[in-house]
Structures are given as structure tokens and as C-alpha cells.
């Protein structure tokens, strides 16, 4: 049986590091896993809770992809210590109307970069942190922070072998994690 695992994230730039990510993380994928991209994230309005019980059919969408993923894969990057305002707003809309939370009880795993030193991870903090209102069940280990990311990516593809094995083992952890999580909901 294939595991299908939604991914998403990265930002608007054309050469964006984050999106670049994404897209190594569906060749690293471990053997019957399937990591399929949603990158639609420029056509999802502000979100707007009049709206939110007959979302936009991009949103309807993205949250359908969710609900029959076996696990998510979110690729961030920071922005000012948090994570991209259109990535907060596709969470925003995909968790809602209440009782309709697309991410409930998803296994989930993620992946921040940033040119600094610090890899991302206060937007990975705080992303964590609006996922554990939404009941989602974050892979702990190994967490995946990857530092100066532009000088790790080359032509639009990664080339720093560490961060690809990093990557390459947090996916069979997450495949594993999301195995266990299934036998438990
Ligand atoms: C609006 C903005 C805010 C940023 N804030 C931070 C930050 O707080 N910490 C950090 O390490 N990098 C920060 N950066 C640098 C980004 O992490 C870096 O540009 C990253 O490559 C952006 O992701 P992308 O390549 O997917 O577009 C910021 C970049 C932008 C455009």
C-alpha cells in the first residue's frame, strides 16, 4: 500500500530555497511513499470566516488533499521570526469551519529553512505551536532545521549530502509515525 503524504510550504520567489526543498523531499521519499506538492497557496484568498463553511474551490481542494493524506509535509521558511503570512492563511482555511478541521488527528512533520544561522526554527516553534491546537500529532524527531540554505542549494537543487540524508531519514520516520498513529485513531 502506498503512504501519500500532502506537501506544502515554500514561498512566492521564483527561486524559492523552501520550494526547492519540497521538491528533493519527493525524490527522498522512502519506498511506497508518495509525496504530492500542493502549490497553490497564490490563488487562496485572505481568509474570511464569512466564508469559511463554502470556502474557494482552490480551498476545498487543499482540504480534501489533507483529509485523504496519510501524513503532511510542511516546508517553511522564516519570515521574521514566524512562519510566511500566506502559509498562517492556507492553515487558517483548512482548519475551518469548526468540527471540520481538516488537520485533526494528522501525522505531520516539518522542515524549516533560512538563509541564517539558525535554520528557521522560530518559525518552526511557533508552527508547532499553532498545530497543537489543531490536534495534529508532530513527528518530535529528528527535527529538521536547516541553516544558511544558500549555500546548500545550487541551480535549484540541493547539494549539501548531510541535509538530503537528514531529510531522507526524517520522511522514514514520519512514514513510521504515521503507521503508529494509524493504529491508534
Ligand atoms: C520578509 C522576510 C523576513 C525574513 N525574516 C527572517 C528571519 O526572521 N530569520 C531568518 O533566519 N531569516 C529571515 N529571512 C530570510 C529567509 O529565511 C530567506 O530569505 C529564505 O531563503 C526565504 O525562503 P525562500 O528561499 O523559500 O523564499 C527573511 C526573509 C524575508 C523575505
Redesign the pocket.
Known sequence: MTIKIIGFG??F?K?????VLLKEAQKLAPKNTEIEVFDRFNEIPLFNQDNESNPPAVVKEFKDKIKKSDAVLIVT?????SIPGFIKNAIDWASRPYGDNSFEEKPLAIIS????M?G?S??QYHLRQALVFLNTHPLNKPEVMIPF??KKIKDGALTDKDTADRIANMLEELVKWSERIKKTV
Do not use: I, M, Q
Open positions: 515554500g514561498s520567489r527561486e524559492s530555497f523552501s520550494k521558511p522564516e519570515y521574521n521570526y529553512c533560512s538563509t541564517g539558525l528557521g522560530r518559525a540554505v544558500d
